[in-house]
């Protein structure tokens, strides 16, 4: 490898029980697009001999890291410590390019050779972090790994400080699901290499992406140090499509920019925390957020009522921040305005001809008031219908609209009907909140998006209404967050593409 390498490496964890399957694994990993592979020889159902590491190590399509971690340090090594050592010190001999040898090892009993001196912690960040890092920093080794367990987001950007300071070639990750960014960022600060597993259920430790994540979802080669930052924070977040949407709409668009997912518990507290680490490094080129459940009302309260829409305020909640390059936060609420502008295009027609429309909304959660709201403010004459009659009157009365109940459905007098209940949701397809499309009724819209179809607009369709998908939403509150965030317009027809491809595998 060389000493300066002139990118970061994608380090393929190899986790196999064999030599021979060891083998095999390394050539899928060059395949798939890694630079470099670790072998994990504590994953062997056996410690090798040194015909083993002979074999593992002649002529590898890639080059290799060799790491043997204890228990103590999250590997799967349980015997003697004179014996794991030898092993290392005999893969270095056969032809490893890098060893990794944990900090804990006095420096004594270090094996020779070309060595990563790694430092774990899977309780959190250590406490005495920055004197870890420079005691490594002084150390003969040619390369430092710290690795440690992220509580949320803010840890990963610990992980970057440590790479943006670092003296010598370094890896910094923050561990878990909160610590991903640090994982697909360390690109972008210059790290000696990030890990990535084979496939999923090969990881070597919690939070790692695969290759072809990396590669793929997270747009891995187009990631440099001018790359600006965006993500979508929630709780949870795994399965959240904005990823892969915005991902690809940056790569349709040619942006030097990528989208990432950050797992921010519950809780102000927590909420707060992430972001005030994330103004605290204007050199993370950080552009904007997405905020999804249950952080919506922390966003409006943190950016402050002065610098958010207006209706986003009255609707309580913030579902897209905006950091400018000099420091300041904007909140809008996409939601609202994704909601109105499909039913407006379906109807051809601008935001305020929708004044004196009659519209049913059926629900009264979150997505209702959002919609609610922005009716109102454009004066359609709303009528809620809710299952919980007192929490629709509750809504009907905050924006001065009318309420009733479900029982009220079978005499509807509206030209719009929106369903903004889950009934209809995938896995109860067959069910919906309407039994019947009154004649009146011109167009319907299900902010459900999955199903692409529900029962309520088949039977829409069927009785000759117009119909708005929950997708058509979907996609324009993304395009509106890409392109406040970019001031490029969206690649509205890829985000499309690509959530029908997620929503239409879902199934
Ligand atoms: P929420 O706050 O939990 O509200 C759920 C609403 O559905 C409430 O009005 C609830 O009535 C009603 N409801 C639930 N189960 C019901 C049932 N069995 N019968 C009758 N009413 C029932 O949820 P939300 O965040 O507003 O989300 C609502 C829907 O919006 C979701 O299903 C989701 O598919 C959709 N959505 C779409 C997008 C998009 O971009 N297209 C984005 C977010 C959400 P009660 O008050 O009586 O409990």
């Known amino acids: ?174 561990m878990g699901q909160a610590g991903l960014a640090s994982r697909i960022l360390a690109k972008k600060l210059g790290a000696f290499g990030t890990f990535a597993a084979l496939e999923p259920g090969a990881e070597s430790a919690p939070g790692q992406p695969t290759l072809e994540e990396f590669t793929g979802l997270y747009r891995w080669a187009a990631i440099g140090p001018d790359t600006a930052v965006s993500g979508v924070i929630g709780c949870p977040v795994a399965h959240s499509m904005s990823p892969a949407i915005h991902n690809a709409a940056f790569e349709a668009a040619g942006l030097d920019a990528v989208y990432v997912p950050l797992l921010v518990q519950g809780g102000a507290e927590h909420f707060n925390r992430f972001l005030d680490a994330l103004v605290a490094r204007p050199w993370l080129n950080w552009r904007g957020l997405s905020v999804t459940i249950p952080h ?56 305020e001809s929708l004044a004196g429309r009659g519209v049913a909304v059926l629900g009264a959660g979150g997505v209702a008031r959002a919609i609610v709201a922005a009716l109102a403010h454009y004066r359609a004459e709303v009528t809620v219908y809710n299952r919980t009659v007192s929490r629709g009157e509750k809504l009907a009365a905050e924006f001065a609209c009318r309420a009733a109940g479900r029982d009220a459905l079978g005499d509807l007098d509206a030209e719009i009907v ?42 829409a369709r069927a009785a000759g209404a117009r119909t708005v998908t929950g997708l058509d939403m979907f996609v324009n509150q993304g395009a509106a967050q890409f392109e406040r965030w970019t001031g490029a317009e969206a690649p509205r027809h890829v985000m499309r593409d690509v959530l029908e491809e997620a929503l239409t595998r879902g199934h």
């Open 1 to 174: 490898m060389a000493e300066h390498p002139p990118q970061t490496r994608l380090i393929c964890s190899v986790t196999r029980r064999t030599v021979a399957a060891m083998r095999q694994a390394m050539a899928a990993a060059r395949d798939r697009g890694a630079d470099a592979v670790e072998c994990r020889l504590d994953y062997l159902d056996e410690q090798p001999t040194e015909t083993d590491l002979a074999a593992l190590l002649d002529d590898p399509p890639l080059p290799v890291i060799v790491t043997n971690r204890p228990a103590a340090e999250g590997g799967r090594f349980t015997g003697d410590e004179v014996e794991r050592l030898g092993v290392l010190a005999a893969a270095a001999r056969a032809g490893a390019d890098l060893i990794d040898v944990e900090r804990a090892v006095p420096p004594g009993d270090r094996p020779a050779g070309r060595t990563i001196l790694s430092h774990h912690d899977f309780d959190g960040v250590p406490g005495d972090l920055d004197r870890i890092a420079e005691d490594m920093d002084a150390s003969s080794s040619a390369i430092d790994k710290i690795a440690f367990a992220a509580a949320g987001p803010a840890d990963a950007l610990r992980a970057l400080d440590l790479l943006r300071d670092a003296r010598k070639p370094t890896i910094a990750l923050a």
């Open 418 to 459: 929106i369903n903004c209940t889950s009934v209809g949701m995938h896995p109860d397809v067959n069910a919906s909140p309407l039994e019947r499309i009154p004649p009146c009724v011109a167009v319907v819209f299900d902010t459900i998006y999955n199903p692409l179809e529900t029962r309520l607009l088949a039977d």
């Open 296 to 351: 919506k009302e922390n966003a409006l309260a943190y950016v402050g009522a002065a610098n958010c829409d207006p209706l986003a305020v009255a609707i309580g909640a913030v579902n897209t921040i905006t950091l400018s390059p000099d420091g300041s936060l904007r909140g809008d609420n996409t939601d609202y305005a994704a909601a109105i502008d499909a039913l407006c295009d379906c109807l051809g027609i601008e935001r």
